[in-house]
């Protein structure tokens, strides 16, 4: 089994900053893309950014230049930090992974539980 655990939203003012971790763990052979989607109330999930197990990185629009993906693949861990939060970026943030398990020919998306982040005005 593969799991996705999240830490680190919160309540913030805007302007202010968050640091979101994502950990892999379990029965893992190798992770392709690390990466975090959001969605707030009433709209669909929508990719914030993502990196590949070579480090390339994309970011969607709204978030270039105050959000910073990265990757330890010791831990396998990925980070979000979020600077200048600005209301909209109020949502549940989700850590998204594709991973190859041991004794699997493929890949799977797996998905953590959600976080909330909310940034006051």
């Known amino acids: 089994q593969v799991q996705l655990v999240e830490s680190g939203g919160g309540l913030v003012q805007a302007g202010g900053s968050l640091r979101l971790s994502c950990a892999a763990s379990?029965?893992?052979?190798?992770?392709?893309?690390m990466g975090w989607y959001r969605q707030a109330p009433g709209k669909q999930r929508d990719l914030v950014a993502i990196?590949?197990?070579?480090?390339?990185?994309t970011y969607v629009d709204s978030v270039k230049g105050r959000f910073t993906i990265s990757r330890d693949n010791a831990k396998n861990t990925v980070y979000l930090q979020m600077n200048s939060l600005r209301p909209e970026d109020t949502a549940v943030y989700y850590c998204y992974a594709r991973i190859k398990p041991w004794g699997h020919v493929r890949s799977y998306d797996y998905w953590g539980q959600g976080t909330q982040v909310t940034v006051s005005s």
């Open positions: 379990g029965s893992i052979n190798s992770i392709n893309a």
């Open positions: 990196i590949s197990n070579d480090g390339s990185t």
